[in-house]
């Protein structure tokens, strides 16, 4: 699928997506409710339902009706197959962790991106509280096979810099271990928002987990019974920031379904365009943006590093550089995220300069349409089709498939709001 973008400008409402990282925090712990749980507005995004799936692979029966899913769980069953990940990486940690409860033993893997990222710091702090899993290649990624038989707890060490995903699936899988379980985290914890959003998903399903002042390290009491809960999923910030960007760009965009403050980190592309010229406000319905002068700013990302990529598109069209640090995780997403921007954006009139751990934009850029590989990666393809929106003439997005990844309607969406965009099978 190619999706084509011609230069244009966009103005009016449409309604964020369902936050994927809720849903799949929702359905882990669903998974060991003792009951039937609603998840209400889930996310239909290629990373929702491949959580489902393995939700569902593990024990959890589910039916679907009026926009919620209904999920069983209470007992997580030996999978009769291999569990297919796809390409969601929280997906695979999530369920690596929540597989250690299963009788036998479970193998877990996903497509070849997924197949590339590091599980090793999850893996070992899995065997050092008493389960048994590897990787089948020795290197530390996928695929990966956890024998079962439980969790025993005692402590356990994350490296805090590499991914807070580690942190979020153990303290999940830790409600139901046979002892007390403490994470302590090496270093800096990032990302850390995800990690409030997992403690507010726990604690909406009755589970218990305290962090130490700081974030330093979170203790799990035993033998947790989960309890199965309605939980109402709201709008996605990370999808809600690509609309938002391409309001300041080329027009006025009214995005429903996402407020402030909210427990999503990238909520804070609001405090940031805002810093960068831009017009944008939030009310009790929404988030506007329009069209606005921007400047270049200097900002740290460790904590929000899912924006980088339209961050870069906007920075692209402000006066003066944009300098974006704590980025060096990026290299290991979807795709090298730092590679890919460079290549998109230069081939679209952008300059980016990676240094170590930095991203400097230079702004002010005569942008114009060119064709794009993303590298089937769901965030290059969208920022680059922000981008597309300020450039003159068309741009090609090829694989434009890869934005289901998070945001299936993103394309429509763009179009609904007067963007000249067209896909093409």
Known sequence: MRAIIRGS??????????????????LACALLAGGTSEILNPSLSEDGLSALRAAEALGARVSRSGGAWQVTGGSIETPGDVVDCGGSATALRFFTALSAHAPGASVLTGDASLRRRPMEGLLDALNALGAKC????????????????GIEGGETAVEGSVSSQYVSALMISCTGARGATTIAIEGELESKHYVAMTLEVIESFGGVCRADEGSRAFRIPPRQQLVPCRFPVEGDHSSAAFMLAAGVLTGDVHVLGVGVPSRQGDSQAVSILKAMGGDVSASDDGIRSSRSRLRGVELDARHVPDLVPVLVAVASKADGDTVIRGVKRLRYKESDRIAALADAMGRMGGAIRAEEDAIVVSGERLT??????????HRIAMACSVLALASEGATTINDAWCVSKSYPSFFEDLRSLGADVEVVP
């Open 9 to 26: 400008s966009v103005a009016g409402e449409m309604r964020a997506p369902p936050s994927k990282s809720y849903t799949q925090r929702a």
């Open 368 to 377: 114009r349409g060119a064709e794009i590989d993303p590298r089937s990666d």
């Open 134 to 149: 590897l990787s089948t290649r020795g290197n530390g990624m996928p695929p990966v096979v956890v024998m079962g038989g």
